[in-house]
């Protein structure tokens, strides 16, 4: 009996166990269901208070210029008026100034007539002199209508079917942007965000990419990248710092940006590239990320390594060339299990690397593969993966990509050196267990300038 109750017991913790996992399950979709909903009702809030907005400032500046053109229409018409009557408020002050002397005339001309026979003579004398003074049959010229402005407006009515037409093409609406984030991957102080197209009838001719910090206490997005690329790597990121990504696009032959993606979360745990301070000939930036080979120890080809080995198998370094030098067989640039202060090249054992002449080199002897020459706008790329990694000693740990190489064997790196458009790959056997690797530079001229990330 006792067994069977024990039977139940289990059963019984087993249901309770089923059941409070099938609880919290539930609970996580009710969570995701609301966050889809705040979604929806968010966005559509925001949507209903863009249209309001866009269409009120429309109208107002619709009516600013309506009411511009009215103005300066009207001003036409003023000044066509002003220019017009002036010659005719000439003609007819010259008119009514021949009306006065003519009835001037008449008045003395009535008044020589009645006067008596002694002045009879000299007034009628006088009369006659004046009125050929006049000159009577001198009138002056009144336009005719046809030659004077008649002022008239001319409207074109298809003017309000245009602007209808534009009008009822002019915004849209849509439940998804055209472009969404795919992926979000950390890097070394930075992410790298890839993005597609989710709208097959939109065409894109560029794409926009902003991030800003999350938290109540973030800044506001500012642009990563615009370009027709689909990824980017947003470097100077802290560590275990959340950020905020989103993305939009801009048509073919659109000057207007298409709406944002929706925003996603992502950070990075891995610590950034940095170059080591203090190496004689080599002047670092302020993120110790960008190093330029300046004029001191001309007579040496110094090494200069990474601040500690930051670069883990499975990731992918990248040195850009910013500015370039004269070149030299010792030039090179790579990894490496150690560094070596002593040495003046990378081209030695226990490191892979390309010279500027690209040139590949692996523990320090020269391949037959060639890449292309290092110069300025180049990206050089290391990849690396384990081909045949043995079983790490007992009691230790793997993960993060990190290699776990027991002591006294020998295990292969497959490794990948991209430069322009060309690519080697090639086995490295290491002889010892390393977890990490350095990166490396050496320049025998000044004038180089790194980036690495």
């Keep these: ?59 107002a500046a619709a009516g600013r210029l309506l009411a511009e053109r009215l103005d300066a229409l009207l001003a036409e018409v003023d000044a066509i008026e002003a220019d017009s009557i002036k010659p005719l408020d000439d003609c007819q002050s010259l008119i009514e100034h021949g009306v006065g002397q003519a009835d001037e005339l008449l008045r003395e001309g009535e008044a020589a007539l009645r006067c008596g026979l002694g002045e009879k003579e000299d007034k009628l004398g006088s009369f006659t002199k004046k009125a050929m003074h006049i000159q009577l049959d001198s009138l002056p010229e009144v336009p005719a209508l046809v030659d004077v402005p008649s002022v008239s407006a001319q409207l074109d009515d298809s003017l309000l079917g245009l602007l209808r037409e534009r009008v009822s093409h002019h915004g849209s609406v849509s439940s998804h942007p055209p472009v969404q984030i795919e992926e979000l991957q950390e890097r070394p102080g930075g992410v790298l965000v890839r993005w597609c197209k989710v709208d097959e009838d939109f065409t894109p001719a ?33 560590p275990h710092t959340e950020h905020q990504f989103r993305v939009c696009a801009r048509g073919e032959g659109r000057t207007e940006w298409s709406p944002w993606s929706v925003p996603q979360a992502g950070y990075t745990t891995l610590t950034p590239h940095e170059w ?149 790959v090639f086995d490295w056997l290491v002889e010892q267990a390393v977890d990490c690797l350095y990166f490396g530079c050496s320049f025998a001229h000044s004038g180089w300038k790194v980036l690495v990330f």
Excluded at 406 to 416: I, M, P
């Design 1 to 59: 009996m006792s067994v069977e109750v024990d039977l139940l017991l289990q059963e019984a913790k087993e249901s309770i166990e089923a059941a409070q996992n099938y609880r919290s399950e539930l609970q996580q979709r009710l969570n995701g269901l609301n966050q889809a909903r705040k979604q929806v009702r968010g966005s559509a809030g925001q949507a209903r208070e863009a249209l309001r907005r866009h269409f009120m400032e429309l109208q």
């Design 206 to 238: 560029d794409y926009r990419l902003q991030y800003r910090r999350s938290g109540s206490g973030g800044s506001q997005y500012e642009d990563a990248y615009i370009g027709r690329e689909c990824e980017f790597l947003v470097l100077h990121l802290d």
């Design 276 to 424: 080591r301070p203090g190496t004689e000939g080599y002047i670092l930036s302020s993120r110790r990320n960008i190093a330029l080979r300046n004029d001191a120890c001309q007579a040496r080809c110094p090494v200069l390594y990474s601040n500690s080995p930051t670069y883990f198998c499975g990731q992918t370094l990248t040195f850009k060339i910013s500015a370039a030098g004269p070149l030299d067989r010792r030039d090179s640039l790579g990894v490496c299990i150690d560094s070596e202060q002593q040495e003046e090249s990378l081209q030695r054992d226990r490191a892979v690397c390309i010279s500027t002449s690209g040139a590949v080199f692996v523990n320090g002897k020269e391949m037959t593969n060639q890449l292309p020459a290092v110069s300025v706008g180049s990206s050089v790329t290391f990849d690396m993966e384990v081909v045949n990694l043995l079983p790490a000693p007992s009691g230790g740990g793997g993960g993060g990509g990190r290699l776990q190489l027991s002591d006294g064997c020998s295990f292969k790196l497959r490794v990948t050196i991209g430069s322009g458009n060309r690519e080697v």
